[in-house]
């Protein structure tokens, strides 16, 4: 059976598809404060606050979905975005390089 924490994450993808995303963000926080290693209300999270333009935020969240799953590729592409659109170039560029497959030339 799921968790509490469970039951606020998928309550806050139902907010998300009946497109009330201030209520979606209340619930994936909720989940985060019941689990904070939730991996997937985390990134939710963080992706919600980058669509408000919510860039330092949404950076902060996906700082923290990167320590709770530091090899997933997705992490480095969200955390690079976020840099972006604050116009920090110079982590952004070394953002999307963790992101990169191995030189094959090499």
């Known amino acids: 059976s799921p968790s509490t ?3 606020y994450y998928f309550k ?8 009330q995303p201030l209520e979606a963000v209340e619930e994936y926080k909720n989940a985060l ?7 997937a209300a985390s ?3 963080g992706l ?8 330092a935020e949404a950076l902060a969240q996906f700082n923290k979905a990167s320590k709770l799953s530091p ?3 997705v992490n ?4 690079g975005a976020c ?24």
């Open 33 to 39: 404060f019941l689990n904070p290693q939730y991996y």
């Open 48 to 55: 919600l606050l980058f669509k408000q333009k919510k860039y």
């Open 76 to 79: 480095f592409y969200n955390q």
């Open 83 to 106: 840099h972006a659109k604050l116009q920090e170039y110079r982590q952004f560029f070394f953002d999307l390089s963790q992101n990169l497959p191995p030189d094959p030339n090499s």
């Open 12 to 19: 806050g993808i139902v907010l998300e598809l009946l497109n």
């Open 5 to 7: 924490a469970e039951l």
């Open 43 to 45: 990134v939710k999270l």
């Open 71 to 73: 090899d997933a590729a």
